[in-house]
């Protein structure tokens, strides 16, 4: 599989350690960023996984950077390809290149809160209940089908950060799963819809409790 991040990488890390500790029977073959200087970029020269940064800042229009990103993520020729905290959105055509085979993991339950600023979003909105989801990615912006999703509380007068990292602790436990269940070729995706063990997921995702 190929990685792409934008940041911390933790989500990243979930998945070297449960690799290392044969949890998962893949190989991360690459970790491309975004961005420069992030620390995801130091996990993965620490597990010696090849890296690449691609900046979008040194294409002028999002087709272009696309056209560049899928010819690095290619050139490795990816079964999967996951979305952990990469923060560009991707053109329908790039999207297309790798469709049933791109994973991405959003914090909220979606499809509340689809974009940017969810955590304060689910604040403001006095929701009780906060969470993640890993979906399937399509040319729609956080719409593809869901697979999974994790809820947590969220308690009076915390603040989005705090919020954040138990949100993201949930993050560290269910994107693993997803990408085993991927890996083990359970899980799907046909007609905008994902399947696991060939019965369909519903859009809460797989055991909504
Ligand atoms: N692309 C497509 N086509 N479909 C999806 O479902 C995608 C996607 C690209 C990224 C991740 C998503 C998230 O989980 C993702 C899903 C970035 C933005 C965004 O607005 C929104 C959603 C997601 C990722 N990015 C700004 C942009 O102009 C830049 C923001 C920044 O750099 O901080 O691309 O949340
Ligand atoms: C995660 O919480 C992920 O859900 C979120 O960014 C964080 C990345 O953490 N993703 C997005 O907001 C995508 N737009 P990480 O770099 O430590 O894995």
Request: aromatic share 10%.
């Given at each position: 599989m190929v990685v792409l991040i934008s940041g911390n990488g933790s989500n990243l890390q979930a998945l070297i350690d449960d690799i290392a500790e044969h949890?998962?029977?893949?190989?991360?073959v690459a970790v491309i960023s975004?961005?420069?200087?992030?620390?995801g970029l130091e996990r993965a020269a620490q597990a010696d996984i090849a890296s690449h940064v691609v900046s979008?800042?040194?294409?002028?229009?999002r087709e272009d950077y696309d056209t560049q990103l899928n010819s690095v993520i290619a050139s490795y020729s990816p079964d999967l390809v996951v979305l952990a905290g990469f923060m560009r959105i991707l053109t329908p055509w790039f999207v297309e290149q790798f469709t049933g085979k791109m994973l991405n993991i959003h914090?909220?339950?979606?499809?509340?809160?689809?974009?940017?600023?969810t955590h304060q979003r689910a604040i403001d909105a006095k929701d009780e209940v906060h969470g993640a989801s890993v979906h399937f990615v399509t040319p729609e912006l956080d719409g593809g089908p869901v697979v999974l999703q994790s809820k947590v509380p969220v308690y009076s007068d915390e603040t989005a950060s705090q919020l954040a990292s138990r949100v993201q602790e949930q993050e560290r436990q269910m994107y693993p799963l997803v990408v085993r269940w991927f890996c083990q070729k359970r899980l799907l995706m046909l007609n905008n819809k994902a399947y696991l063990d060939g019965n369909e997921i519903p859009s809460t995702g797989y055991a909504p409790d």
């Open positions: 949890k998962i029977a893949a190989e991360i975004n961005k420069k200087d992030v620390y979008h800042k040194d294409y002028a229009t914090p909220s339950l979606l499809p509340k809160y689809k974009g940017l600023d």
